[in-house]
């Protein structure tokens, strides 16, 4: 293998793409990949992936779907995560009384 040429074809792959991060659709591999699996990675990475010939760059309304529904994904466990934040007290009928009662030493006007 002529590692000069790998390397000058992973930079030459890496400025042809133009996004920080691109979605990959990926290949069947003899190491146990599966086809048609999408990922977000960053430009270097993915161009790795493109020259070793382990996944191609998915069309644009697949990089779409998929960004759309990791944002959908996002705001469901953000909403479980406040969900679980929320806190509650009990309090006694006494506790509720202590509580509606005026403070001493204020005036009403």
């Not at 659709?25 to 992936?49: F, P, W, Y």
């Not at 995560?81 to 929320?86: C, E, G, P």
């Amino acid at each position: 293998m002529d590692l000069k040429a790998y390397y000058r074809k992973l930079r030459d792959t890496e400025k042809s793409l133009r996004d920080e991060f691109v979605v990959l659709k990926s290949r069947a591999t003899a190491d146990g990949g599966v086809a048609g699996r999408l990922t977000e990675v960053t430009r270097a990475v993915a161009a790795k992936m493109l020259v070793d010939g382990t996944a191609d760059v998915a069309e644009k309304q697949e990089a779409e779907a998929f960004r759309q529904k990791r944002l959908e994904e996002k705001e469901q466990e953000e909403q479980k995560r406040v969900a679980a934040k929320v806190q509650f007290t009990v309090l006694t009928e006494s506790d509720l009384r202590a509580l509606q009662k005026p403070a001493r030493g204020s005036s009403k006007e």
